[in-house]
């Protein structure tokens, strides 16, 4: 199931486990040097940044959890547990600086690690308030 829980079987049952913990546990293990991050995916100068988020379906409902790697003025990087189509259009929900963001990405790659099972994608700012974007621009000076 892909959403805000994880099914996990134990001895049989199932029991729904956070999707975050999931990620965290996950992510633990994973030696993050082995990541590709190759400088011609990248425009803008990133900062790390460390955080749950949510990127939502507007035609499905579907939620997916987000662990946030880093952020610059033209997108965000994050690690999430779905594989995710290049060009697909989302909303995406997270936290910066005590305030809620949301807005729409456009997400422009997407690669498995293979060890950990989990995807790292990279998303391209489209449709934001103002406001939010002003945010952003404070917390990259």
């Known amino acids: 199931m892909i959403g805000p829980y994880n099914d996990k079987r134990i001895f049989g049952d199932i029991i729904p486990v956070p999707i975050n ?6 992510v ?3 030696n993050m ?3 590709k991050t190759s400088q011609e995916m990248r425009t803008s100068c990133r900062i790390p940044i460390h955080g749950q988020g949510e990127l939502l379906d ?3 409902d579907r939620g997916i959890a987000i662990e946030l790697v880093d952020i ?3 997108g965000i990087c994050f690690l999430s547990t779905a594989r995710l189509q290049k060009n697909s259009i989302w909303l995406v929900r997270f936290e910066l600086n005590g ?3 949301r807005g729409s990405v456009r997400i422009t790659h997407c690669a498995m690690h293979i060890p950990t099972e989990i995807y790292r994608a990279g998303a391209e700012f489209k449709e934001w308030e103002s406001a939010h974007l002003l945010t952003i621009k404070r917390f990259l000076a």
């Open 72 to 74: 610059s003025d033209g």
């Open 99 to 101: 305030k809620e963001l």
């Open 28 to 30: 633990s293990d994973m």
């Open 21 to 26: 913990d999931c990620l965290r546990r996950r």
């Open 33 to 35: 040097t082995t990541m």
């Open 58 to 60: 507007a035609a499905t």
